[in-house]
């Protein structure tokens, strides 16, 4: 399995943009996780999903901020609009059923100008 | 929240020397593991302990949990400049503290 993939890893846009980041969880795993990592402050946890459902949302930061899982295959994290203060790295990660390790993707580092 | 924090902040060794962090948190947990993050790339799975063990080992990292302080502790001994990276610990819910950044000096 190539793990958890990412896309795009780069993301440059104007503020006040729709941004949409995309992730792949391994084949097979059935939780995907959300995480935005800045300087100031680290590795925040933004939404979980179980099985394509949302369990807990209760990291991101506003409304602007909305994610889906609409397979087993595939979540997507929109930020609209964005701004400069989102600027950050976002990770998603993935579990197997029944287990623990989560499995991170490489990241996509967005930068809001 | 379940969230471990991870102290110290930052730490500077000499190779070969040992390198040791600790994670406190706060509820009563299932297991705790640890991560290391290398600049720029996702997290890494290093270990996991579950919360009926006192330590564990793999290879040069040894972890250590307390329950009743809600506490454990990383060691990586005999540390080499590939050991340059962040660590975290996460309790069950996946949630991370922000790390300790360990450098190595060759």
């Known amino acids: 399995d190539a793990g958890v993939i990412q896309s795009p890893r780069h993301e440059v846009t104007e503020m006040g943009q729709e941004v949409t980041l995309r992730c792949k969880p391994i084949?097979?795993?059935?939780?995907l996780f959300w995480y935005r990592q800045t300087m100031m402050r680290g590795l925040e946890l933004l939404i979980y999903?179980?099985?394509?459902?949302?369990?807990?949302d209760s990291g991101m930061p506003e409304d602007r901020f909305s994610a889906k899982m609409p397979n087993a295959s595939f979540s997507t994290l929109k930020i609209q609009p964005s701004e400069p203060r989102d600027s950050a790295v976002y990770f998603c990660?993935?579990?197997?059923?029944?287990?623990?390790?989560?499995?991170f993707g490489q990241g996509t580092r967005l930068t809001v100008v | 929240s379940q969230q471990g924090e991870e102290d110290p902040q930052a730490l500077s060794i000499q190779e070969g020397e040992n390198a040791t962090m600790n994670c406190s948190y706060k509820t009563s947990i299932n297991n705790l593991q640890w991560y290391r993050q290398n600049s720029g790339r996702g997290l890494v799975h290093l270990i996991l302990?579950?919360?009926?063990?006192r330590e564990k080992h793999s290879g040069r990292l040894r972890v250590t949990l307390d329950t009743s302080k809600k506490s454990s502790s990383l060691l990586i001994t005999a540390s080499r400049a590939a050991d340059t990276a962040s660590y975290f610990c996460?309790?069950?819910?996946?949630?991370f503290g922000a790390g300790t950044t360990v450098t190595v000096r060759a």
């Open positions: 084949s097979g795993h059935n939780s």
């Open positions: 302990i579950r919360s009926n063990e």
């Open positions: 996460a309790t069950d819910e996946l949630s």
């Open positions: 990660a993935s579990t197997p059923l029944g287990g623990t390790e989560a499995f």
């Open positions: 999903f179980n099985n394509n459902v949302p369990i807990d």
